[in-house]
């Protein structure tokens, strides 16, 4: 029986065009860029300003575009799962509407919130429906507008988050590409350490709750970091050993961007140089579900079929992970946005 595999076959993203700088911040509250460069490492995030614009604005932006570059026709879309923490409302999902924003009718579609690793988890998830065969053009959202929930009187939470979105299509395949393996692991202990106190079914809104300030992210920074080191490192660091892949052979780590020194942590523990890994941080921030495909989209071009990509991240829950996968095409792009066309080979002869 033929193996098939989920390769990713293209990615759009979507970032807003208003810069927040470290100086500003330094104007809202007491630090600095010199600090905000020193313990995090992001110099700059974009911010959706607009009125009446949410997450699924941005998501809709990334999918259009991941649609044109792909060639494909909303029509052929028979999943999508957005990973989000910032939903436009609560319900219904913001996988709907994005799905209703760029006129995909009748594909099954549903939000995953796994915080800051909703998009892998999103990706290992849909990439078993089409393993399965059952679903063969799925696309996979992260989005964030993390504007939404960030308290910007908070110093030691607002130089971290920015707002984003980016896309990816799977599709089945049967050559030695594709997505090969991933860890995904959990423990709910962690969530003390990181989540939005009011707004759920816990502590629904009142005048009270916002008085106190708890419809923003609730942060305790060090015991966050000690873990995502940890645990980041950690199934990294399996998941090469498990595929015999080594510093030479690894061509890329795709780390989740919340703070330099995590990602480069994670690298010396794989022993991996530093231009092996993605890193955009300093531009965009952490934009939560947004930073893996953010970085794929980033990096698109100098992506070459076959290259061994590893992705890892590591967010509120806790939960965190790594997959393992092999690029599906040539980034060099064709008339600007196309894709190259034998990559719509490999899943037509599905
Ligand atoms: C948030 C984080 C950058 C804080 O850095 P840190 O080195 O741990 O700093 P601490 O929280 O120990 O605070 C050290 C001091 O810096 C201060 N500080 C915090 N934010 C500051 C800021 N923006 N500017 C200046 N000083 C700041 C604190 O008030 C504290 O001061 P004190 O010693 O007088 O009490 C860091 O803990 C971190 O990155 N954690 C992980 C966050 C993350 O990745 N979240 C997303 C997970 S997916």
Redesign the pocket.
């Known amino acids: 029986m033929t193996r098939i595999r989920a390769a990713i076959t293209g990615v759009g993203g979507y970032v807003p065009e208003y810069r927040l700088t470290n100086d500003e911040?330094s104007r809202m509250?007491?630090?600095?860029d010199e600090?905000?460069m020193t313990?995090?490492g992001i110099k700059e995030r974009r911010i959706l300003k607009e009125d009446g614009k949410a997450t699924s604005d941005m998501g809709a932006e990334a999918v259009k575009q991941l649609l044109i570059k792909t060639n494909t026709d909303p029509s052929e879309i028979d999943m999508i799962i957005c990973g989000v923490v910032t939903p436009d409302m609560l319900f219904p999902a913001t996988a709907n509407i994005i799905a209703d924003k760029t006129n995909i009718r009748n594909a099954f579609g549903f939000d995953l919130n796994a915080?800051?690793s909703s998009f892998l988890y999103a990706i290992t998830t849909a990439s078993k429906f089409v393993e399965s065969g059952s679903h063969k053009k799925v696309i996979v959202v992260g989005a964030d507008k993390m504007s939404s929930i960030v308290d910007y009187q908070d110093?030691?939470?607002?130089?971290?988050f920015g707002d984003g979105a980016a896309a990816v299509l799977l599709e089945p395949t049967s050559e030695d590409i594709g997505i090969v393996d991933s860890i995904v692991q959990s423990d709910g202990a962690g969530r003390i350490y990181?989540h939005q106190k009011a707004g759920g079914s816990l502590k629904p809104p009142t005048f009270e709750t916002i008085a106190n300030r708890e419809h923003y992210v609730y942060?305790?920074?060090?015991p966050?970091?000690k873990w995502?080191v940890s645990k980041m490192a950690d199934v990294s660091v399996e998941i090469m050993k498990r595929n015999n892949l080594t510093s030479e052979s690894l061509d890329w780590l795709v780390p989740?961007q919340?703070?330099m020194?995590?990602i480069d942590a994670t690298a010396n523990r794989m022993g991996l140089d530093k231009d092996k890994v993605m890193i955009n941080i300093q531009r965009f921030g952490?934009t939560?579900s947004a930073t893996l495909p953010l970085c794929l989209w980033d990096w698109e071009s100098q992506l070459r079929k076959g290259d061994n990509i590893i992705l890892a991240?590591?967010?509120?829950g806790f939960t965190w992970g790594a997959i393992y996968l092999k690029w599906a095409y040539d980034g060099k792009l064709l008339n600007g946005m196309a894709r190259k066309p034998e990559v719509s080979k490999i899943h037509t002869e599905l």
């Open positions: 911040i509250v007491d630090t600095s600090w905000i313990r995090i915080g800051c110093r030691a939470t607002c130089p971290i990181l942060q305790e920074g060090q966050v970091f995502a989740h919340a703070n020194r995590i952490n939560t991240a590591f967010g509120a």
